[in-house]
């Protein structure tokens, strides 16, 4: 029956091309016509610590679509959301009740690394659907644990680190202190920043371990203070972090230190509004800033904004891409055989975002994309991050670099 259905699917998808190019061009096919529905699924953290991810994903992915009929071609499309609270056995169960009971012919998931990772081993070993991981930022993806089945649409912890400890050397500070979260993409982002940071003239001082859930960082906050640091490089995800930076500021330490953020707390409104103005200047990297002066990104803030009543953040614009990702393979494949999907992403897919130009990179199955320094500000009475730099065409090295893992 799903042979079947792929196939009318792919015969429809051919059509509305051909369709297409007999028109004006450009942009998604469209039409009125009906068929065979294309089925999306999606497993994410709607609820838990990593909601604030998860929902933000999810509204990009239906902001794309609602943009464009809620069609792929002329194919109406299904959309189909669960929530694995951030727990990678519930991702899985997930990932099998999409794949096997709704038989959707793509698939996105891994609001976080741990999820990422299990969603990665499930589709090199079951081979059912092509998956795009939406956030989870673990440096293997791309390499030892790299499948031709899953491909990254957000960023990696040496994307993120690395560029920041480039940057922190030497538009910032020479001397840092670190302190992340102790489970594996905190390990990463310290690894990484600290490589990039030293390779450029840096001197990491200290590395402090905070275990996740932590809500009283003072032991740390004091360690902090015995050195005589520029900067503190801090990746702390989820609720913890929005405490961390609450507690720097208290304690007196944004007088004396820059704080540095590895992605993991500054550049989301949300996170945002919970920590105030102790953002201000502080410093983050992010691979979207929502005062992009492109005309993708004018209609994407103006859209969101419309639909939503507040302002889109890294999460949307990967859940946004997610969907577009989605419908450009499917459609440049003519088919939602997984084969034929897999065999067009791996010959190449670009497009223009409201991020910036992305292309997918088949020798990691990671995007090429600018990232945007940012810094905190307090401009009009409200708190903003204003564009300070911009890093073009960041990509992952084809091979691990090896870096000495931080202690």
Known sequence: MK????????????????????????????????????????????TGNFAFMGEGVKEGVELFFEENDYKIGDSPVELFFEDDAGDPQKALKNYQQLTLNQEVDFLGGGTIGSISYALTEAAEKDKRVPIINVVGSGNSLSWGDKSDYVWRIGFSSLNYAGTLGVDMAENIGKKAVVIASDYVAGHEQATDFSANFKEHGGEVLDILWAPSGTSDFSSYINQIKQHDADAVFMFIPGADGPRFVQQFKEFGLAKNYALVDGGSV?????????????????????????????????????????????????????GYDTA????????????????????????????????????????????????????????????????????????????????????
């Open 324 to 407: 577009k990702v989605m419908s450009e393979s499917i459609q440049k494949a003519g088919s939602t055989e997984v084969g034929d999907i897999i065999e067009t992403l791996k010959a190449g897919l670009s497009f223009d975002s409201p991020r910036g130009p992305i292309e997918l990179d088949p020798k990691t199955n990671h995007p090429i994309q600018n990232h945007y320094i940012l810094k905190g500000a307090e401009k009009d009475g409200e708190i903003v991050f204003e564009l300070v730099r911009t890093y073009e065409k960041v990509q992952m090295p084809a091979e691990d670099p090896g870096y000495e893992k931080a202690k």
């Open 266 to 318: 500054l550049k989301a409104p949300s996170t945002v509004e919970a920590v105030g103005d102790a953002v201000v200047n502080g410093y983050t990297l992010s691979h979207y800033h929502v005062g992009l002066e492109n005309e993708l990104n004018k209609k994407f803030v103006d859209d969101y904004t419309k639909k939503y009543d507040k302002v889109p953040d890294n999460y949307v614009i990967n």
């Open 3 to 46: 042979k079947n259905k792929r196939a009318l699917l792919a015969i429809m998808l051919v059509l509305s091309m051909l369709l297409a190019a007999c028109g004006s061009g450009g942009g998604q096919a469209s039409g009125d016509g009906e068929g065979e529905s294309i089925k999306l699924g999606f497993t994410l953290a709607l």
